[in-house]
């Protein structure tokens, strides 16, 4: 099996044997749906190499999450997203102040385990996990320069001018965050990373970059409420 599928495979595992691990606790019957919004730090994981900085977008959607199970003190659930999100990379120079930036639109739909830790009401500590996809909806070039005209400052120009080959993302993400419960509803701060295990550029041995991965930092708040306990 091919390592990229190796990892995917792992996290459709994990994900998809958390009913049958927790038919041993306690029933819940929790159905929460709302809205997440947060920023996105982005990179791009390219071979031959490419230096960047970090690209800052943004990420927001809804989100809907079923808690089926307590298990000892471990609270076991699955949750859905539908998200707009920004992704891409900013190039780095060290002998120039141009730069050049690709920012790249993506409604992605990740699906997570969800553990929690603590009571019923009050804080929660979690952690989330599971796959993610992707389709690229728009990108754009922003170059930024002093001179007349705009000039390569990199041995690797192949980027420039040439828009994604593959508009259909994948990958694995998850993370970890604290979760207020109250009457009013559920309050959850989370710090989340997303690996692509797919290439946005061609990858056959006639195209340039053998790897062009999303890498993404991802910082998010989102409020859910109840619709069933």
């Not at 041993?24 to 919004?37: H, K, P, Q, T």
């Not at 109250?182 to 701060?189: C, D, E, H, Q």
Request: charged share 20%; glycine share 10%; proline share 3%.
């Amino acid at each position: 099996m091919h390592p990229k599928q190796s990892i995917l495979a792992g996290a459709l595992l994990i994900l998809f044997s958390l009913p049958a691990v927790a038919q041993v606790g306690e029933m819940r019957n929790n159905f929460a749906v709302g809205f997440n919004g947060g920023i996105n730090i982005n990179s791009v994981s390219f071979t031959p190499t490419i230096k960047q900085g970090s690209l800052t977008g943004i990420t927001g959607g809804v989100t809907a999450r079923y808690i089926s199970e307590k298990y000892f003190s471990m609270i076991c659930g699955i949750q859905m997203e539908l998200n707009y999100s920004q992704h891409g990379w900013k190039e780095k120079y060290e002998d120039s102040t141009d730069s050049y930036s690709r920012t790249m639109d993506y409604v992605e739909i990740p699906l997570l385990a969800h553990l929690a830790f603590g009571k019923d009401r009050g804080i929660q500590f979690f952690l989330s996990m599971g796959p993610q996809i992707g389709f690229l909806l728009n990108e754009s070039e922003k170059y930024e320069y002093t001179g007349e005209k705009w000039e390569p400052h990199t041995g690797v120009k192949e980027q420039y001018g040439k828009m994604a080959d593959n508009k259909f993302d994948y990958g694995i993400t998850g993370g970890a965050g604290l979760e207020l419960r109250s009457k009013a509803g559920n309050f959850l701060i989370e710090g989340r990373y997303y690996f692509a295990l797919s290439d946005f550029y061609g990858n056959t041995k006639k195209d340039y970059f053998p790897r062009s991965a999303h890498s993404v930092i991802q910082a998010k708040m989102t409020y859910l409420f109840d619709l069933s306990k």
